[in-house]
């Protein structure tokens, strides 16, 4: 099945340690991205890749690092600097970057820090 | 788990009803929107897109309708069922085209369905 897996569902750390989130999509998509979701919000754009070895801050990139070694993949870390860490974190992907294409989204991790 | 749909605006319709779900953009340029339907606890899922030189576009059991004179975009469900009972979002391109353009989503709207 193509699609776009997200792991682990539920993820929990202590306070001042940072934690990787896991993305990895068989689409053969270009682009790929990371949001965060609170209650009552809609999805805040983290970082997005456009392409391999590539990688631009969205509207909240502080506290947050990506790497883009890979086609597939696009992990994000939660560095201990986020300083309101817990929420839901959904990755996605498009054929491109450019906003005219749909995003497939995983099922979404929900991180709790305490 | 917690719900998404925390705090949101809710729209309470009766199974078998139709249902109409609007959103108001921003951005008199955006030239294409999409719906996206997120039931509680996991990603969302693709509904229905459309573009600016439609104005409207059907698929299975949903319409979108796009009027670009007052900036509003709608969802249309015909015969609302208790599967439908999710939150959806709106999500327009600002700006259009362009290699560095991306999706922006609007706050959702819950929909509860009546059995």
């Known amino acids: 099945d193509g699609g776009i897996t997200q792991s682990p569902k539920y993820l929990f750390r202590k306070e001042g340690q940072n934690v990787t989130l896991s993305c990895e999509q068989n689409?053969?998509?270009?682009?790929m991205y990371w949001y965060r979701q609170d209650p009552g919000q809609g999805l805040r754009l983290i970082y997005y890749?456009?392409?391999?070895?590539?990688?631009q801050k969205g509207d909240i990139a502080e506290g947050y690092s990506v790497s883009r070694e890979k086609k597939e993949s696009f992990p994000l870390t939660v560095t201990s600097a986020q300083k309101n860490p817990t929420a839901f974190y959904l990755c996605?992907?498009?054929?491109?970057?450019?906003?005219?294409?749909?995003?497939?989204f995983g099922p979404g991790t929900r991180l709790t820090v305490t | 788990g917690e719900s998404v749909g925390l705090h949101l605006p809710t729209l309470s319709v009766q199974e078998g009803d139709n249902s109409i779900i609007n959103c108001a953009y921003s951005?008199?340029?955006?030239?294409?929107f999409i719906w996206y339907k997120q039931e509680s606890g996991k990603g969302p899922q693709f509904i229905i897109d459309?573009?600016?030189?439609?104005d409207k576009r059907q698929g299975q059991r949903v319409t979108v309708l796009l009027n670009k004179t007052v900036k509003h975009l709608s969802l249309q469900i015909a015969a609302t069922q208790p599967g439908d009972s999710a939150v959806y979002f709106c999500?327009?391109?600002?700006?259009?085209?362009?290699?560095?353009?991306?999706?922006?989503f609007g706050k959702g709207i819950t929909l509860s369905v009546r059995p």
């Open positions: 996605a992907s498009s054929i491109g970057v450019s906003g005219a294409y749909e995003q497939y």
């Open positions: 689409l053969n998509h270009d682009a």
């Open positions: 890749s456009q392409i391999v070895n590539d990688f």
């Open positions: 951005n008199s340029a955006s030239d294409y």
């Open positions: 459309i573009r600016s030189n439609m």
């Open positions: 999500a327009e391109t600002s700006p259009p085209g362009g290699a560095n353009s991306k999706l922006t």
